[in-house]
């Protein structure tokens, strides 16, 4: 069976799930809506993408040329499943219009976890498969999620600090900041603690998050109480056998997030995208019974992977959608 799948809002997520949507051979796209008239709405047209007007009349893309597909209730009349990309927030509103074209959807991680079942693939794939509404959990989530499972079904975790170094904005976006400041989120435990809960929920999560200025990506670092004794080197190997985590090495001269994009864009990654959550070898360490270790996320390509797992798991098919996307964009 091919999948019929639509994307509504197309920014950031939204163009990377499609692009991501087209490699794959059990799914069709049938289309992006376009809310406003933009290089990316051009981009789509270049690449043969069909666009649906996100309103009813699709004024602004008709006066600037675009050759409409139809509205997005044509693009909902004709999928099986949407990705919802819209801004925090609008994804609510926008379930009411799902339900009434009986569409199973995906959204992401800027919507309340109350909008569907909270999604990390390789954590809980099996008891999502099926669900009309899922909701892939937000970037920083979906990281602490990927690592945190693996190490709770390896040693047993009692309890987990984690503090997440955010960025201030995606690189494209110029109204955003800080430029030139250190900001702490003053709300404790930040907002990722209890969204951790919502996909693993069998043990205690405290987050803490600051914003930094820079574009490029998060960082985490961790402290875990573990429940069975750990070594460095058996964490190590843990994380290498875990699928979309990578292990980079200071030693290789990745000293920091922007020498991990360097690194995407040499191996040829779409975008420079890098989707594997990234953990410094020489950042792991064990104390007692803590484990410790910094991670990078890139915010911008780690839940499209998830969003595409999340298709696959919303019709029934199976958990090996994990390696056939990972296949499909040369994740080992
Ligand atoms: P974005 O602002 O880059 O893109 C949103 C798109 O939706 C825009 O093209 C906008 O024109 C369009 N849009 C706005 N209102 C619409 C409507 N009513 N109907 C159809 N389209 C509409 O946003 P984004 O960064 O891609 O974020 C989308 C979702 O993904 C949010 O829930 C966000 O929290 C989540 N997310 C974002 C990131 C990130 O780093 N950007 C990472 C993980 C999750």
Same mark, same amino acid.
Not at 133 to 157: K, M, P, W
């Given at each position: 069976?091919?999948?019929?799948?639509?994307?509504?809002?197309y920014?950031? $997520?939204?163009?990377? $799930?499609?692009?991501?949507?087209?490699?794959?051979?059990?799914?069709?796209?049938?289309?992006v809506?376009?809310?406003?008239?933009?290089?990316k709405i051009?981009?789509?047209?270049n690449?043969?993408?069909?666009?649906?007007?996100?309103?009813?009349?699709?004024t602004?893309?008709?006066?600037?040329?675009?050759?409409?597909?139809?509205k997005i209730?044509?693009?909902?009349?004709?999928?099986?499943?949407v990705?919802?990309?819209?801004?925090k927030g609008?994804?609510?509103?926008?379930k009411?219009?799902?339900?009434?074209?009986?569409?199973?959807?995906?959204?992401q991680g800027?919507?309340?976890?109350?909008?569907?079942?909270?999604f990390?693939?390789?954590?809980? =794939?099996?008891d999502?498969?099926?669900?009309?509404?899922?909701?892939?959990v937000?970037?920083?989530?979906?990281?602490?999620c990927?690592?945190l499972?693996?190490?709770?079904?390896? =040693?047993?975790?009692n309890?987990?600090?984690?503090?997440?170094?955010?960025?201030?904005?995606d690189p494209?976006?110029i109204y955003?900041?800080?430029?030139?400041?250190?900001?702490?989120?003053?709300?404790?435990?930040?907002h990722?603690?209890p969204?951790?809960?919502?996909?693993?929920?069998?043990?205690?999560?405290?987050?803490?998050?600051?914003?930094?200025?820079?574009?490029?990506?998060h960082?985490?670092?961790?402290?875990?109480?573990?429940?069975?004794?750990?070594?460095v080197e058996?964490?190590?190997?843990l994380?290498?056998?875990t699928t979309r985590?990578?292990?980079?090495?200071?030693?290789?001269?990745i000293?920091?997030?922007?020498?991990?994009?360097?690194?995407?864009?040499?191996?040829?990654?779409?975008?420079?995208?890098?989707?594997?959550?990234?953990?410094w070898?020489?950042?792991?360490?064990?104390?007692?019974?803590?484990?410790?270790?910094?991670?990078?996320?890139?915010?911008?390509s780690?839940?499209?992977?998830?969003?595409?797992?999340?298709?696959r798991?919303?019709?029934g098919?199976?958990?090996?959608?994990?390696s056939?996307?990972n296949?499909?964009?040369?994740?080992?």
């Amino acid at each position: 069976m091919t999948i019929k799948v639509g994307v509504i809002g197309y920014g950031t $997520i939204g163009k990377r $799930i499609a692009d991501v949507v087209l490699l794959q051979d059990d799914m069709e796209l049938i289309g992006v809506t376009g809310n406003t008239f933009n290089y990316k709405i051009k981009s789509a047209i270049n690449k043969g993408i069909n666009i649906f007007a996100a309103d009813h009349l699709g004024t602004g893309l008709k006066r600037n040329g675009v050759c409409l597909a139809g509205k997005i209730v044509d693009l909902l009349e004709e999928c099986d499943v949407v990705c919802d990309c819209t801004p925090k927030g609008v994804g609510k509103k926008n379930k009411r219009k799902y339900i009434e074209h009986n569409v199973k959807a995906i959204f992401q991680g800027g919507e309340k976890p109350e909008v569907g079942k909270s999604f990390v693939a390789q954590c809980n =794939y099996e008891d999502v498969a099926g669900e009309d509404y899922i909701r892939v959990v937000s970037c920083n989530t979906t990281g602490l999620c990927r690592t945190l499972h693996a190490v709770d079904q390896e =040693y047993g975790i009692n309890d987990v600090h984690a503090t997440m170094v955010r960025r201030a904005a995606d690189p494209w976006d110029i109204y955003h900041g800080p430029i030139n400041a250190i900001v702490p989120a003053l709300e404790l435990p930040s907002h990722h603690g209890p969204d951790v809960r919502t996909v693993l929920p069998n043990f205690t999560v405290f987050t803490t998050s600051v914003h930094v200025p820079t574009t490029i990506m998060h960082m985490h670092s961790l402290s875990i109480e573990l429940q069975n004794p750990a070594t460095v080197e058996g964490v190590l190997n843990l994380f290498l056998k875990t699928t979309r985590v990578r292990i980079v090495k200071n030693s290789d001269g990745i000293r920091s997030t922007a020498e991990i994009i360097e690194y995407a864009k040499d191996m040829g990654r779409l975008r420079g995208d890098m989707p594997e959550v990234c953990i410094w070898e020489e950042g792991v360490g064990v104390w007692g019974n803590k484990l410790f270790y910094l991670q990078a996320v890139h915010q911008e390509s780690d839940v499209v992977v998830e969003t595409i797992d999340a298709i696959r798991a919303s019709v029934g098919k199976p958990i090996t959608s994990i390696s056939k996307t990972n296949q499909s964009l040369g994740i080992e």
